[in-house]
């Protein structure tokens, strides 16, 4: 018997002998029924807090058993979200993990409780610490496959429009499934390359196995897949229909999902709204008033509800906001790797430190000492985010321009070879057209094509290529597709006509997808940035008036209030002035912590507006972050300042 079995038998007799006992003592104790609401009070406390203690053994057995934790079997969604995301050593070691920082968590949550607040308290936070530990553990990687299944989702209408180009060229389900997976990148185009490769001496393509494990997702994909694999076996006179309607499925799913997001996420955007950001900016302008009333608020009370319970609240929203989301339309990410992506680490640290201590000593020559901190932090860290990512941001607008410039391209290729002219010479003459980025990449291709003496997906995608440091899965497709058309010739004129059709019919979905989710994301990034900022400025600066009005402090306040006639003190501690009130909500105590709680508001909230807008995308969301964050701390000064005059 492993030592989990007997902590769990022990527990097990225990809870059986104090179920017993409890019988036998209200049978026997005639005076049970003299205070029934006390007695009833007492056995809740005492079921509640054997629960707990009983959680936090099994957490315990859990982590220092032998096994490991491996008689706690994962969940199904676990176990599918670690294989999805291909970490090693499976549910089974995320498990045992989970338990053992939870048992480290709550050691220390015990330890710090303990010191600073006694006991009884210690010992809760270290339970309540350590289970949450263990469930967030427990929990992460099943959120982290959903977000990561939302963006691969994303490229379900590219894959399917690959399917449906290569099928008009041949109607062969394993020659277009081959083409699809190899052309794309993502977990969408992976799972359909390993079904492909599963399949690939058998008597059928894959497509069928791979629609069935992404239905439970993204439905349309299943109906999209059947009538494919319907227009292979189809007539050529209704081949074209069958596959219109899966390309029509595919889109359609994808609008409908997303229209049915947004009605649901108006509701939780909302309350997030009212309770992360105005009630507590609201309640903000409670303190001096309960300080004038005589209540004395301790600054770590504050703190605490400020800077962790609300920013956690906020994070655990935001991810299961983020989660929720069907599909995403991400853009391509951009690593270390490119060549166009310096190592700008130091330089963006050196930045960020420069700018926030400039801003600091302006901010203390010019608002106020405590004031500092706020703008430092927020400008430093703003700046340096925006100097590390602005390559990657360089490079992300660039392919957005090639990008955008591609259905005419395709337009003006498909053309040309369709009344015979070869694929090399359509590419120059998109080149000599096109202006922009788009333009200069059919003319870079065309050049190396006609030097080199090579064909079309080598002048693209080759070693030294103009294509080739471009992460785009759609110019990745279309250079694929126009090799295909340099062999088939005039027939494939039309087929690439279909793809500038279907790439501008992307463009007008992700569009679409965002002007239906500005409301939201507007509303989230203007919180972040301007109104949080503005409020908590102008609360801050009421605060400071009613501090000036009370002589000496919300501590000093509090005082006048408890003992109306002690007023002998006031010119004392008007006099030493509010910096030097200890253990008191001081006026720059309680500036800085809404000035915090301001920059942490404009984080989380831009993160998650551009989440819901574009996809969680590392670049993206530095970017936008390293612009609300000076943004915040300026309007904060700003309406601190402004609303101080006023007042």
């Not at 003299?34 to 957490?59: F, K, L, S, Y």
């Not at 994962?74 to 995320?94: E, H, I, K, M, Y």
């Not at 700018?355 to 106020?368: C, L, S, T, Y």
Request: proline share 6%.
């Amino acid at each position: 018997m492993t030592r989990t079995q007997s902590v769990e038998q022990r527990d097990c007799d225990a809870t059986a002998e104090g179920g017993v006992a409890g019988v036998t003592d209200a049978s026997e104790t005639p005076e049970a029924s003299d205070a029934p609401n006390e007695r009833q009070t007492e056995d809740g406390w005492t079921v509640a807090a054997a629960a707990v203690a009983t959680e936090a053994r099994r957490i315990v057995a859990r982590a220092v058993s032998n096994d490991g934790g491996r008689r706690a079997d994962p969940s199904a969604d676990l176990r599918r979200a670690v294989a999805f995301l291909g970490w090693t050593g499976g549910a089974d070691r995320v498990v045992r993990t989970g338990y053992r920082a939870g048992l480290g968590a709550g050691l220390c949550g015990v330890i710090a409780g303990t010191l600073l607040a006694g006991a009884a308290s210690g010992l809760l936070a270290g339970v309540a610490g350590g289970l949450l530990t263990t469930h967030l553990l427990h929990q992460g990687p099943v959120w982290l496959a959903a977000l990561r299944r939302t963006r691969a989702l994303g490229a379900a209408p590219g894959l399917v429009g690959r399917l449906v180009l290569r099928m008009r060229l041949d109607p062969s389900t394993e020659r277009a499934v081959r083409f699809a997976a190899r052309t794309g990148r993502g977990p969408l185009a992976a799972g359909l390359r390993r079904h492909e490769h599963r399949c690939v001496n058998g008597p059928t393509s894959g497509l069928r196995a791979f629609a069935r494990e992404w239905q439970p997702w993204f439905p349309a994909i299943e109906r999209a897949a059947t009538l494919v694999r319907t227009a292979a076996a189809a007539p050529p006179e209704r081949r074209g229909r069958c596959l219109d309607r899966a390309l029509d499925a595919t889109l359609s799913g994808t609008t409908e999902r997303l229209a049915a997001f947004i009605g649901d996420v108006q509701g939780p955007v909302s309350a997030l709204y009212a309770f992360g950001v105005l009630l507590p900016l609201a309640l903000v302008a409670l303190f001096p008033a309960a300080a004038a009333s005589g209540v004395q608020i301790p600054p770590t009370v504050v703190a605490g509800a400020y800077l962790v319970a609300l920013p956690g609240g906020l994070v655990a929203a935001a991810a299961w906001l983020l989660s929720k989301r069907p599909v995403a339309f991400p853009p391509p990410p951009i690593g270390a790797d490119h060549p166009a992506v310096p190592e700008r680490r130091r330089h963006a640290v050196l930045s960020g430190v420069g700018a926030g201590i400039a801003a600091g000593v302006a901010v203390d020559a010019v608002v106020a000492p405590w004031a500092a901190p706020i703008s430092g932090l927020g400008v430093g860290t703003g700046i340096g985010l925006i100097v590390f990512v602005r390559p990657r941001r360089a490079v992300l607008s660039n392919v957005r321009s090639i990008e955008a410039g591609l259905p005419d391209a395709m337009t003006i290729i498909g053309g040309d070879v369709a009344e015979g002219v070869a694929v090399e010479r359509a590419v120059s003459n998109a080149g000599d057209k096109l202006a922009g980025a788009t333009g200069e990449l059919c003319d870079r291709a065309a050049r190396r094509s006609d030097t080199l003496r090579v064909d079309v997906r080598e002048a693209f995608l080759g070693a030294g290529g103009p294509a080739a440091t471009v992460p785009s899965p759609r110019v990745q497709g279309a250079v694929a597709l126009l090799a295909i058309a340099a062999r088939e010739g005039r027939p494939a004129g039309d087929v690439v006509l279909e793809l500038a059709d279907q790439l501008e019919r992307l463009r007008e979905l992700e569009r679409d997808a965002r002007r239906q989710l500005a409301t939201v994301t507007g509303t989230l990034a203007n919180t972040a940035a301007v109104f949080a900022p503005l409020v908590g400025g102008a609360t801050v600066a009421l605060a400071t008036g009613i501090d000036a009005a009370g002589a000496g402090g919300l501590g000093a306040t509090a005082a006048i209030a408890s003992d109306p006639l002690a007023v002998d003190g006031i010119p004392e501690t008007a006099s030493k002035g509010t910096e030097e009130s200890v253990g008191a909500l001081t006026v720059p105590v309680l500036g800085r912590i809404v000035g915090l709680y301001v920059l942490l508001l404009a984080a989380i909230l831009t993160a998650l507006a551009t989440g819901l807008e574009r996809g969680f995308d590392a670049t993206l969301v530095a970017y936008r972050i390293g612009i609300a964050l000076p943004t915040a701390a300026t309007t904060y000064l700003v309406a601190f300042l402004g609303a101080g005059v006023l007042l």
